[in-house]
């Protein structure tokens, strides 16, 4: 089972940058394929950002492509997601997930806590 911890989140003015962090444990991170998704009060989970094993594959939603970038760091078993250019609409806790499956099997078998991200206009 895989244990995954997201931090980074916090309080940001539209326009803006902020990156959150996924620091993952239990099984080997360069199996991993990673992801981010994200909830805003009253909707469902929406997917934001996906990145292969070796990070030579990414997938964007296209509310977030141009602005936000999803990274891997294997040697510290840490995923990121860096997003720009922040918007009121992007208001949501960001939840990682995680799972060892081939790119391309689109869902994923472990979750973190979340962490909140707050874009005041």
């Known amino acids: 089972q895989v244990q995954l911890v997201e931090s980074g989140g916090g309080l940001v003015q539209a326009g803006g940058s902020l990156r959150v962090s996924c620091a993952a444990s239990?099984?080997?991170?360069?199996?991993?394929?990673m992801g981010w998704f994200r909830q805003a009060p009253g909707k469902e989970r929406d997917f934001v950002a996906a990145?292969?094993?070796?990070?030579?594959?990414?997938d964007y939603a296209a509310s977030v492509k141009g602005r936000f970038i999803i990274s891997r760091d294997n040697a510290k078993n840490t995923v990121y997601l860096q997003m720009n250019s922040l918007k009121p609409e992007d208001t949501a806790v960001y939840y990682c997930?995680?799972?060892?499956?081939?790119w391309g099997t689109g869902t994923f078998g472990s979750w973190g806590q979340g962490t909140q991200v707050t874009v005041s206009s």
């Open positions: 990145i292969g094993r070796s990070g030579g594959y990414t």
């Open positions: 239990g099984r080997t991170f360069s199996g991993l394929r």
């Open positions: 997930a995680a799972d060892p499956r081939p």
